[in-house]
């Protein structure tokens, strides 16, 4: 195919991941990349929409942890509005509507009694290098397994709500990694100019208006690699070539094989990519024409069809927004996710409904709208946030993001400590294009081989110059030279 353009990087997604990387080359003195977006915007899961008469976000809301985390930093720097939460706001209705909130406290101290002893065991699998387990297996060991739907309920707004995955297959040893910069208190980011603000303005930094290095609707459908560099085909048919490429796409979209990899990538990092999985996460937004139900922040549903419909949040609890805006949102994970975006959304509706009126009785309002987000059979994702896979060691992560010939792996599932969050992606970004940086000027490039046993290893450029320095000081003291 006839060339596009030459540049000396290619980064491939502009969410979070592929922005920081872009500015952290410009800052270290290199221009010359290009940023190919297959959507008509950037950011990426960062989004936000008009609903309802305000702009609610449909990807990440919540900044997770307010300790160590640049994304809080920059919130603040942006002057981000927003409410701070520590989830204790709650209200419990069973399925025929009663408050079941008292109820639940023998079971919210039960769960917190087995959450201490998996705490215990995670330290000593750490200490001891134990194989890892399930949370559920952990819950298990400490007295816990959840039988009524009030226990299932409050099981699944610590856990599922969190991991967008059930405790079955979420690693123990791995959940926590994060646990000291993560504080009860996460904020709640309400701002009108939306949680992508922040990729706006980090693209800001660096970027034109009209900046012919951001490139959108650009869908990459080949990526051909080697140790000289790499060359990228779009949908659209365009081809660019690049000494450096950097991939910052989903794991979802790398596991649905949309990008096709000439030569096959190896073994090893295929391994990689499918040990990890996409966690579905859907919320799912309804405008009424007036508020009915409790004042709480989080109303969850104890019914009797549980998992369906178990997290609601109230979007006129204090600090978010004001009152009349009459919108609830409700918040379905894991194997629902598919279920509700194959259905139509008044199917969706429907459901919501029936669940609603349990609680709240017959004479409710149907809603004026509903907004139901796509992100697992979006193309361009595949799924909501990496998870955190039983198994999965520091290790694993290196592989993951290590570079095959010239091409480098970001994003948000390839940070050790932050997989599945923003800030995941962030730091992501910035660590791979500090990666190609010190390939680049340095020489020194990261690579990955399946025999050597750390993850990094000299790029055979500086082995060649390191034998050919030792060659000279064997001739210079034996006096050939
Ligand atoms: C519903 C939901 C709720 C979430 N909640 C939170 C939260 O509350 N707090 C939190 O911290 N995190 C949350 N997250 C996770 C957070 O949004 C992500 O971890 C982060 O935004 C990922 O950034 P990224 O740059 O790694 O990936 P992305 O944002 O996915 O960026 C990758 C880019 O690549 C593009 N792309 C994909 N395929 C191609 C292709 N073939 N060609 C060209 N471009 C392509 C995509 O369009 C995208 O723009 C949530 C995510 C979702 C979906």
Not at 179 to 189: A, I, K, N, Q, V
Not at 305 to 328: H, K, R, S, V
Not at 377 to 383: A, E, M, S, Y
Request: charged share 20%; hydrophobic share 40%; proline share 5%.
């Amino acid at each position: 195919k006839k060339l596009t353009e030459e540049r000396k990087v290619i980064i491939v997604g502009a969410g979070i991941a592929g922005i920081a990387a872009a500015k952290t080359l410009h800052e270290n003195g290199v221009d010359d990349f290009v940023i190919l977006e297959g959507s008509d915007r950037i950011g990426g899961r960062m989004r936000q929409v008009e609903f309802g008469g305000v702009k609610v976000e449909i990807g990440a809301n919540w900044v997770q942890g307010l300790g160590n985390n640049p994304i809080w930093e920059l919130a603040q720097r942006y002057n981000f509005s927003g409410k701070i939460s520590n989830y204790d706001d709650v209200i419990i209705r069973n399925k025929t509507g009663s408050d079941v909130t008292e109820q639940a406290e023998g079971a919210w101290e039960r769960l917190g009694t087995a959450q201490e002893s998996l705490k215990a065991l995670r330290k000593k699998i750490r200490e001891n290098k134990l194989p890892d387990v399930s949370m559920r297996v952990a819950l298990k060991l400490g007295g816990w397994k959840p039988k009524t739907p009030i226990e299932k309920a409050i099981e699944y707004f610590d856990y599922e709500f969190e991991y967008a995955d059930p405790p079955e297959v979420t690693s123990l040893n791995n959940t926590g990694r994060n646990s000291e910069d993560f504080t009860d208190e996460e904020y709640f980011l309400t701002d009108q100019r939306g949680f992508g603000h922040i990729v706006d303005r980090l693209s800001s930094e660096f970027l034109s208006p009209n900046d012919t290095r951001r490139q959108l609707n650009k869908v990459v459908q080949t990526v051909n690699w080697t140790d000289a560099g790499v060359t990228i085909t779009t949908v659209d048919g365009s081809t660019y070539r690049g000494e450096y490429g950097l991939m910052t796409v989903s794991v979802g979209v790398l596991e649905n094989e949309v990008i096709d990899f000439t030569p096959d990538l190896p073994s090893w990092k295929v391994e990689e990519i499918y040990q990890f999985r996409m966690g579905q996460y859907c919320k799912i937004f309804l405008k009424f024409p007036r508020k009915f139900w409790d004042n709480s922040e989080f109303i969850l549903y104890a019914g009797s069809l549980w998992p369906q419909y178990a997290i609601w949040q109230n979007l006129e609890a204090p600090g978010i927004f004001p009152n009349g805006t009459n919108i609830l949102l409700v918040t379905a994970v894991a194997s629902e996710v598919q279920r509700i975006e194959l259905q139509s959304d008044e199917a969706t509706q429907q459901e919501v409904m029936a669940v609603l009126r349990n609680m709240y009785g017959n004479n409710i309002p149907e809603p004026e709208s509903i907004l139901v987000p796509r992100w697992l059979t979006n193309p361009l994702f595949f799924g909501a946030y990496s998870n955190w896979p039983i198994h999965v060691t520091a290790r694993d992560f290196q592989k993951l993001a290590a570079p095959v010939g010239r091409l480098y792996f970001g994003g948000e599932a390839t940070h050790p400590r932050y997989n599945g969050y923003v800030q995941g992606g962030y730091l992501s970004g910035i660590d791979q294009a500090n990666a190609i940086l010190k390939c680049m000027q340095k020489g020194i490039c990261q690579s990955y081989r399946p025999d050597v046993s750390k993850g990094t290893s000299v790029a055979p450029a500086v082995f060649a110059v390191l034998l050919l320095l030792l060659l000279a000081a064997i001739l210079v003291v034996y006096g050939y030279i």
